[in-house]
């Protein structure tokens, strides 16, 4: 991946969440040795303002367009902003600036996607020597305009590089919480190590999480495990609930996914549990769902389970009909 920002080519990360993705586009960034500017789109979704606020921070330049903001660290723009200022603003913004690393995370939640695209191309054409994207996402479904533009895409013929980052073998986790431990002088039998990984399940960013409240009080595992299981259903839980909030057929796909937390689910099975649904509704449903990193297809055998083991337990907990 650092060759490839050497090479300028733009790429993007696509996989389930907590899987890592945001550490292995900073651990490149660093190894690049390129500046960098992250643009996280939970912190805000509206990309032109989340950009330009970056690009301005600690800068005196004016922004100039349908609307004149004094010179400040950040704007705000208005929704009436138009793409000709948007241009004009960013190009003023970069023109001599040193190449720099673009880092678009978990660019699903930027909320006009139309504008993204725009402004995405408008780099492209005109900044591909100084700025080079990395874009992470785990909804494949929505980072596909970008992978796979058509031909009325502004990002039509621009061609970008797909890394998927997957879940780690039980081998890589293990071998993952042994080396943090030791590092902070601490250690677990072989037994427990094999317990947390099949509980975490081959994502980095619950072991990573599982590490840091063992390493603060070492004499209580469980109690460890504990507050990793409380604070991973609390966030996947809020993502659960936002997420429904934007998807169609969402009472569907938590009914669904409902019935997953069970164990795996052959296509068959899940028709009895989907009630009235056709094959092809019941297929857009699944399609949705691994499109949102949600469920996976097992390649050995065609039946479908969740990728994240707290959205498993989560389900057992509060039943799809509880959700709001």
Not at 129 to 156: C, D, H, Q
Not at 167 to 195: A, C, I, R, Y
């Amino acid at each position: 991946m650092v060759k490839y920002i050497q090479e300028k080519r733009w790429t993007i990360l696509i996989g389930p969440r907590r899987v890592g993705k945001t550490s292995l586009a900073k651990c490149a960034i660093k190894q690049a040795g390129y500046p960098s500017i992250i643009l996280d789109a939970r912190e805000n979704a509206n990309f032109a303002d989340n950009l330009l606020q970056a690009l301005t921070h600690n800068s005196n330049f004016q922004i100039t367009g349908n609307i004149t903001v004094p010179n400040m660290p950040f704007i705000s723009l208005g929704a009436s902003y138009s793409k000709q200022a948007l241009k004009k603003n960013l190009d003023n913004l970069l023109n001599g600036r040193k190449k720099t690393v673009l880092l678009l995370d978990e660019a699903q939640w930027f909320s006009d996607q139309r504008t993204l695209l725009m402004m995405l191309a408008h780099l492209y054409d005109y900044h591909y020597e100084t700025v080079t994207p990395i874009i992470t996402g785990s909804a494949v479904g929505v980072l596909k305009s970008i992978l796979e533009p058509n031909n009325k895409s502004p990002l039509f013929g621009r061609p970008t590089m797909q890394i998927d980052v997957k879940k780690w073998h039980p081998s890589v986790s293990m071998n993952f919480l042994k080396k943090g431990l030791e590092q902070n002088n601490l250690s677990l039998d072989t037994d427990l190590l094999v317990k947390t990984v099949e509980l975490l399940d081959g994502l980095p960013g619950w072991l990573t999480m599982f590490g840091y409240y063992y390493t603060a009080n070492p004499s209580n595992y469980t109690d460890a495990v504990n507050k990793t299981l409380g604070e991973a259903l609390k966030i996947v839980s809020d993502e659960t609930n936002s997420i429904g909030k934007l998807a169609r057929g969402w009472q569907m796909h938590l009914k669904l996914l409902t019935a997953l937390s069970s164990g795996s689910k052959s296509f068959t099975e899940l028709l009895s549990t989907a009630g009235q649904s056709t094959n092809s509704a019941l297929s857009k449903h699944l399609d949705m769902l691994q499109r949102l990193n949600y469920i996976e297809k097992r390649p050995q055998d065609g039946r479908y389970e969740i990728t994240d083991p707290i959205m498993t337990e989560l389900l057992k907990r509060k039943p799809f009909n509880q959700q709001t």
